[in-house]
């Protein structure tokens, strides 16, 4: 798909990123993948995100991120697959030509590992990551690389696939002005972990989409909420949010990485095979799988 092609339809529905599964000795599990992305494709997303932050990019080599990508690619059928890049700027053009090579139709620019960096690194390394790449670009605000809405409009100014901004930040100011300044040249994912939770908030702030976690067990329940978001239906939001994502939110919050690790339990608890989250990681303790195990069967996806 051409940078424009990406860009409009991933503003067109909803987002996800599968898990990445592997074996009990956390190499790739990529026939156990490939079935779950092509269950996942029948949901109608309009993207999946292969080896993004759910799907554990960062404990991911390049050679595997290119492997992911390359089997999201075989599975997912008429869906767009975008495969995760980042690290430092050497590494990140890498894995973008790595994604490219393997069919991705765009790229989600994950931060630049560690070090807090001025404006101008920031400009930098995203424009350095979108010359060695013909694919569409979206840049990811979050944790130690948050560029400002000047930043983003000079990038936007020198990079013309540059398509998308994911904001993981929860700096509503900040959002407001990114969406104001660049209007309809860019693409507005809303990307907090279990966006849902910010889902209304962010809605008036220009955000044309979000990336669900939960689509990868209880893609039905992800869908009618995103319908209900876009329909403003304040009472089936309400029920959602009560009978699942709070309760989800707390489990969730019993420890830290678990927004990846109880993503992966629930794919395991709908009888998929995503085996364990690699270190520095760790996995849901069993009372924990069993209170999420009760939230699923009640939502009766």
């Not at 290119?66 to 700027?89: L, N, Q, S």
């Not at 350095?128 to 936007?156: E, F, H, K, Q, W």
Request: proline share 5%.
């Amino acid at each position: 798909m051409t940078p424009q092609e990406i860009k409009a339809r991933v503003a067109s529905g909803l987002l996800s990123f599968p898990v990445t599964h592997f074996h009990d000795d956390y190499s790739l599990n990529l026939d156990s993948y490939r079935a779950h992305v092509e269950w996942l494709s029948g949901f109608g997303a309009a993207a999946l995100f292969a080896a993004g932050g759910t799907g554990e990019m960062f404990s991911l080599t390049p050679e595997e991120i290119g492997a992911v990508t390359r089997a999201a690619k075989e599975a997912a059928g008429d869906v767009p697959i975008i495969a995760g890049c980042g690290y430092g700027t050497a590494l990140a053009r890498d894995i973008a030509r790595r994604a490219e090579e393997a069919g991705a139709d765009g790229l989600l620019l994950l931060p630049h590992y560690l070090m807090e960096v001025p404006q101008e690194g920031i400009y930098q390394h995203v424009k350095a990551v979108c010359d060695a790449t013909g694919l569409g670009v979206i840049v990811y605000n979050r944790s130690n690389s948050i560029a400002s809405a000047d930043t983003v409009a000079r990038l936007a100014d020198a990079c013309p696939n540059l398509i998308g901004f994911k904001d993981g930040t929860g700096k509503t100011e900040l959002v407001r002005r990114i969406t104001a300044k660049l209007g309809d040249r860019l693409s507005y994912i809303g990307g907090m972990p279990t966006h849902e939770l910010y889902a209304q908030g962010f809605n008036g702030l220009g955000l044309s989409t979000y990336s669900s976690a939960v689509f990868n067990f209880v893609p039905k329940l992800a869908v009618r909420f995103y319908n209900a978001l876009r329909a403003d239906d304040q009472a089936t939001m309400a029920e959602i949010l009560d009978s699942f994502f709070f309760p989800f939110a707390d489990i969730r919050d019993r420890e830290k990485g678990y927004a990846v690790s109880i993503i992966k339990a629930g794919v395991e608890l709908i009888g998929r095979t995503p085996g364990p989250v690699r270190p520095p990681l760790t996995n849901l303790k069993p009372q924990e799988k069993d209170m999420l195990k009760a939230l699923i069967e009640r939502a009766g996806d």
